[in-house]
């Protein structure tokens, strides 16, 4: 699928699936797949394959193979993108770096008389609020500010994805000296 060979991912499927392996198993490899391999480049497909996992659980073998075919096909013909795979790992790195790293009060939830106090949710910026549904707000800890994790390709549904990022990150840019 990652090769976009329909052919060879809906042979290699019924190997699996004529040797005995659990559709279920299969299924959820493609849940994973489709948002790991395939992503924002066409976000349908986890749709798609969270439906097929839910039919292979109500019909079993051996009517589920014509969903899990339908999944294998969806998969290997859609554009990729492992942005969203990318994204997390480099997240992940800094936040197993920064675990001490303050959250920054405005977006601390305060629900008690005492978090209030002590500032939490102050000078929040509602967005639905402002005219372009985007504000100055400081979301990340100080010494990630800037950090970019995400990285949209230009297969599919992702070149929509980049240009709404660089839309926004020019609203930042002109109205505002740090983009968040």
Known sequence: MRNSDVD????????MLEAGEDPLYIARRLVRFASEDVGMADSRALELTV???QACQFLGMPECTVHLTHAVTYLALAPKSNALYTAYGA?????????AEPVPLQIRNGVTDLMKDLGYGANYQYAHDAADRLTDMQTMPDNLIGATYYHPSDQGSEARVAARMAQIKAWHEQ???TPE
């Open 8 to 15: 060879a991912a809906i042979y290699w499927l019924a190997r």
């Open 51 to 53: 439906t097929v996992y």
């Open 91 to 99: 997240a992940k790195d800094d936040a197993l770096n920064t675990l």
């Open 175 to 177: 109205y505002h000296e």
